[in-house]
């Protein structure tokens, strides 16, 4: 993991010299065609230039990026105390900072560690507790009416039957479709987006691949796809890690015997 926090000390002691000067330099006399600015605060805000101006602005985005650099690892637990971190670059400016190069640098690779650390942690306890539920979901599933399970595990259940022809694997299928998280959360709908899907069966999640062919044209079912027929371990925005998966399928049409 990148360092996340070398920029946030830059921001700091920019954040700084501007408090610095606002609280020791001697007010400086304005010249009548100096700009005006308005600022957040609601102060009036002057400038002699555009460079004094492009410093400040310098300055309060800098303050924005170590306001996030600080929070975030409070989410995780770990406390930077902002006063610290000001001090520690008031000693800098004075040349007498109570850490050398080297130990700065030991210090900011061991919060990387302990950040990365943490939220490995979570993430590994965030998908235990998915693949957890989805366990308890499928078991739940297998009890109701109709449902059948495979032998690699994967559920299914017909919704809506029919007698037409079922594809073979390398077979081109279009299908309509709409898939959840076991709590409901969809995320992804060919039927909301107006048009339907066409693709090589062999080409898709495993699960997919099998329970499709399955299916007559025609026939609508529903799957409980584990994880391990899926996505496994990965983890996207959409669908956590170890996700079990529920889909609802009709396929509409053999569009090819073979994919190409």
Request: aromatic residues 6%; charged residues 25%; proline residues 4%.
């Amino acid at each position: 993991m990148k360092s996340m926090f070398k920029v946030s000390l830059l921001a700091a002691t920019v954040v700084l010299a501007v408090g610095c000067q606002k609280e020791e330099e001697p007010k400086v006399e304005v010249a009548p065609e100096a700009q005006t600015e308005q600022v957040q605060s609601g102060a009036a805000m002057n400038f002699e230039s555009e460079d004094d101006k492009a410093a400040y602005a310098i300055g309060a985005s800098f303050a924005s990026y170590l306001s996030t650099s600080i929070e975030k690892p409070a989410e995780l637990g770990i406390e930077l105390k902002k006063e610290l971190v000001l001090k520690g670059i008031e000693d800098v400016f004075t040349a007498e900072s109570a850490l050398s190069e080297d130990e700065t640098r030991a210090a900011l690779e061991s919060l990387d560690k302990r950040v990365a650390e943490t939220l490995q942690a979570q993430a590994e306890e965030q998908a235990a507790e998915t693949q957890k539920a989805g366990e308890d979901f499928r078991a739940e599933f297998e009890k109701e009416d109709g449902v059948v399970k495979t032998d690699s595990g994967l559920l299914y259940q017909v919704l809506t039957p029919a007698e037409g022809d079922t594809p073979a694997e390398t077979a081109t299928v279009e299908v309509h479709y709409k898939g959840t998280l076991i709590d409901g959360t969809q995320f992804d709908s060919s039927y909301d987006r107006g048009e339907s899907a066409t693709f090589p069966l062999n080409r898709v999640i495993e699960g997919w691949t099998e329970g499709v062919q399955l299916m007559p044209v025609g026939s609508k079912y529903k799957f409980v796809i584990p994880p391990e027929l899926a996505y496994g371990d990965q983890d996207t925005p959409t669908i956590p890690a170890n996700s079990t998966l529920v889909f609802e399928v009709e396929l509409v049409q053999i569009v090819d015997e073979a994919a190409q």
